[in-house]
Nanobody
Framework: QVQLVESGGGLVQAGDSLRLSCAASGRTFSNYAMGWFRQAPGKEREIIAGISRSGDETYYPDSVKGRFTVSRDNAKNTVFLQLNSLKPVDTAVYFC????????????????????WGQGTQVTVSS
């Protein structure tokens, strides 16, 4: 089992920044690719960032590319998501997820490849 706990969400204004953290426990963190997803009311959950086990490879959809940055600290069992230039459309619950993979540089993108999920943290961006 992997336990994931997100933190860092909040209410901000458009153009502001936030840094989300996700602390992992339970298994060897460096054996898991990590991802950040978000879900807005009435919408499907979507991936917004993925990072490989090693941290060398990352993925972002076009909607957040250039504004969001994912990173990880395997020594501290933590993955981060830096959110810059926030927009009202970024309002959602943000989840981190862990997916086991044998490849150190593989980024997982489909939600079904992630076996463990956090409870989520709310990000609200006002205009």
């Amino acid at each position: 089992q992997v336990q994931l706990v997100e933190s860092g969400g909040g209410l901000v204004q458009a153009g502001d920044s936030l840094r989300l953290s996700c602390a992992a426990s339970g298994r060897t963190f460096s054996n898991y690719a990590m991802g950040w997803f978000r879900q807005a009311p009435g919408k499907e959950r979507e991936i917004i960032a993925g990072i490989s086990r090693s941290g060398d490879e990352t993925y972002y959809p076009d909607s957040v590319k250039g504004r969001f940055t994912v990173s990880r600290d395997n020594a501290k069992n933590t993955v981060f998501l830096q959110l810059n230039s926030l927009k009202p459309v970024d309002t959602a619950v943000y989840f981190c997820a862990a997916g086991w993979t044998g490849y150190t540089r593989l980024v997982l993108t489909p939600a079904r490849q992630y076996g463990y999920w956090g409870q989520g943290t709310q990000v609200t961006v006002s205009s």
